[in-house]
C-alpha cells in the first residue's frame, strides 16, 4: 500500500456521460498530481495541485478539470466522454511543489489507479 | 523541452541473467532521472532515482543505474534476473526546481520486462 488512496478502482460508463474520479494523497504530502495511461500515448501528465492551488498544467483537455479541497483530496472530473477516454488514471502525491525538499527528490508516491472504460 | 526515450519496448531475459533496460533523456537542465516500475493492474513504485549526488544509484530489489551525462542515459541494470522482476519499467526525468514543470514527471514509453524459467 503505497498510501495515495484512488476511488473508483474500476469504472465503466457511456460516451456524452461525466464521471469523477478521487484522489486521497500520503499523509503529509502537500501536491497531487494526475496522470493517464493509455495504450496509445503512453503515460501522460495530466495536472498538478500544490495545497490548494494549481501549479502545472500538462496535456488535459478542456472536457477534463481538477480541483484539490481544503483536506488536500482531489478529484479529477471528465466529461463529455469519448472512446478515447478510456485509460488508467493514476494519481500521485509528493510532500513539495518539486525540484528538491529535505528528504531528497521530490518524489512521487503513485496510487493503484482508477481504470475507466467509456463504451 | 524533456524527453525520455526507451530503447526496446519489449526485453526477454533468462533468469539469472543480466538486466538491461535502456533510457537516453533529453533536458535543457541537470536532470532529475527515475525509474519506476510497474506491477500487473498495480501502480508505480519508485526503484531508483538520479538526483545530481552519485552517478552510480542503487535502488530496490538489487537493482542499479548509472547516469552518464556524455551519452544521455540512465541506462537500468541487474546481474541477476528473478521471475519476480517481470513487469514493466519506465524511466522518467523531471526539471529541477526553479523551472515551471516543478516535480512534474515525463515519462518513457515503458519496456516490458519477461523472465524465462
Known amino acids: 500500500d503505497s498510501g495515495v488512496t484512488q476511488t473508483p478502482k474500476h469504472l465503466i460508463t457511456a460516451t456524452g456521460q461525466r464521471v469523477t474520479l478521487r484522489c486521497s494523497p500520503r499523509s503529509g504530502d502537500l501536491s497531487v498530481y494526475w496522470y493517464q495511461q493509455s495504450l496509445d500515448q503512453g503515460l501522460q501528465f495530466l495536472i498538478q495541485?500544490?495545497?490548494?492551488?494549481?501549479?502545472a498544467k500538462g496535456n488535459i483537455l478542456e472536457r477534463f478539470s481538477a480541483q484539490q479541497f481544503p483536506d488536500l483530496h482531489s478529484e479529477l472530473n471528465l466529461s463529455s466522454l469519448e472512446l478515447g477516454d478510456s485509460a488508467l488514471y493514476f494519481c500521485a502525491s509528493s510532500p513539495g511543489q518539486g525540484g528538491m525538499v529535505r528528504s531528497g527528490a521530490n518524489v512521487l508516491t503513485f496510487g493503484a489507479g482508477s481504470r475507466l472504460t467509456v463504451l | 523541452a524533456q524527453s525520455v526515450t526507451q530503447l526496446g519496448s519489449h526485453v526477454s531475459v533468462s533468469e539469472g541473467a543480466l538486466v538491461l533496460l535502456r533510457c537516453n533523456y533529453s533536458s535543457s537542465v541537470p536532470p532529475y532521472l527515475f525509474w519506476y516500475v510497474q506491477y500487473p493492474n498495480q501502480g508505480l513504485q519508485l526503484l531508483l532515482k538520479?538526483?545530481?549526488?552519485?552517478?552510480l544509484v542503487k535502488g530496490i530489489n538489487g537493482f542499479e543505474a548509472e547516469f552518464k551525462k556524455s551519452e544521455t542515459s540512465f541506462h537500468l541494470t541487474k546481474p541477476s534476473a528473478h521471475m519476480s522482476d517481470a513487469a514493466e519499467y519506465f524511466c522518467a526525468v523531471s526539471r529541477n526546481a526553479g523551472g515551471t514543470s516543478y516535480g512534474k514527471l515525463t515519462f518513457g514509453q515503458g519496456t516490458i520486462l519477461t523472465v524465462h524459467p
Open positions: 495541485y500544490y495545497n490548494g492551488e494549481e501549479r
Open positions: 538520479y538526483t545530481s549526488a552519485a552517478t
